[in-house]
C-alpha cells in the first residue's frame, strides 16, 4: 500500500531546521539561561527523529551519513581532553578557563572552556539518543 | 490584572479537565491522540500564563521545546495508526 504523504514530508524538511536551530540556541544560551548541552542534544536527536518517522531509515541514512557510535566516542574524548588539559599546566582536574576575546564580527565576547565540556555533553547525548531509535527502530 | 490571568488559568484548567475526559472516554485510539494534542497545547497556554504570573522569562524556552514534542508525538502516533510502525527500514514498498 503506497500513501502519499507530501504534505508531512515537505512539513518536516521545514521544521527540522526550525528545531535544529532552536536546539543550536539552546546550547550556546546554555551558560546563563535554562538550557544547555544536555536538552540542546535531546532537541537535536528529535529533530533528526522527525526526520526519520516523516522518510525512512535508508533516506535519513543517505542524507546524514553519521555513524552515530564514533560520535559518542568523539563526545567523551572532548568531555575528557576539557577535563584533563588543566592537569598539564599545573592545575587541578577539571579547572576550567576563561578570559576576553574581541572577535571580528561579534566583538568582545568571553570565551569559556566549559562550552567545550558541554560540546562533549552534546555530542553524546545525540549519538547515544540516535543510536537507541535506530537499533530498536529497524524490525527486520 | 492578577485576577485576570487566574480566571484564564481556570478556564484552560477546565478545559484540560475536558479533554482529559476525552482521552479516557475516546472510543477510537485517534480520539485519544487528538485529545493529547490538545492537552499538549492546553499545556504550553498554562506555561505561558504562569510566566506571567511569577513575573520570568526562563520558561519561555519550554514553551516551544512542548510544542516540539507535542508535534512529533502527534506525528509519530499517526504514523503508527496509519502504517502498523513508526520506523520504516525502505519507505518504497
Redesign the interface.
Known amino acids: 500500500m503506497k500513501v502519499n504523504n507530501v504534505i508531512l514530508q515537505f512539513t518536516a524538511k521545514i521544521v527540522f531546521f526550525i528545531i535544529f536551530f532552536f536546539a543550536v540556541n539552546i546550547f550556546f544560551a546554555g551558560h546563563y539561561t535554562p538550557g544547555g548541552g544536555f536538552v540542546g542534544g535531546l532537541v537535536t536527536a528529535s529533530a533528526i527523529v522527525l526526520l526519520i518517522i516523516a522518510f525512512d531509515l535508508n533516506t535519513v541514512q543517505k542524507l546524514l551519513p553519521i555513524n552515530y557510535i564514533f560520535v559518542v566516542a568523539v563526545g567523551l574524548i572532548l568531555s575528557l581532553g576539557t577535563a584533563s588539559f588543566s592537569m598539564f599546566v599545573g592545575q587541578p582536574f577539571f579547572t576550567h578557563f576563561f578570559d576576553y576575546f574581541y572577535l571580528p564580527l561579534f566583538g568582545k565576547t568571553s570565551l569559556h572552556t566549559a562550552a567545550l565540556f558541554d560540546l562533549g555533553v552534546y555530542l553524546v547525548v545525540v549519538g547515544v539518543t540516535m543510536t537507541i531509535i535506530q537499533t530498536i527502530g529497524e524490525d527486520e | 490584572m492578577t485576577y485576570f490571568i487566574w480566571t484564564a488559568i481556570v478556564i484552560i484548567a477546565l478545559s484540560m479537565i475536558a479533554l482529559l475526559f476525552r482521552v479516557v472516554k475516546g472510543p477510537t485510539p485517534s480520539d485519544r491522540v487528538i485529545a493529547l494534542d490538545a492537552l499538549g497545547i492546553a499545556l504550553i497556554c498554562l506555561v505561558g500564563l504562569f510566566s506571567i504570573l511569577v513575573d520570568t522569562s ?1 520558561f519561555l ?2 514553551i ?2 512542548l510544542a ?2 507535542s ?2 508525538g502527534t ?2 502516533f499517526s ?1 503508527f495508526i ?2 502498523g ?7 518504497s514498498r
Open positions: 526562563f524556552e519550554i516551544l521545546l516540539i514534542l508535534f512529533i506525528i509519530a504514523k496509519e502504517k510502525d513508526i520506523i520504516t527500514r525502505d519507505d
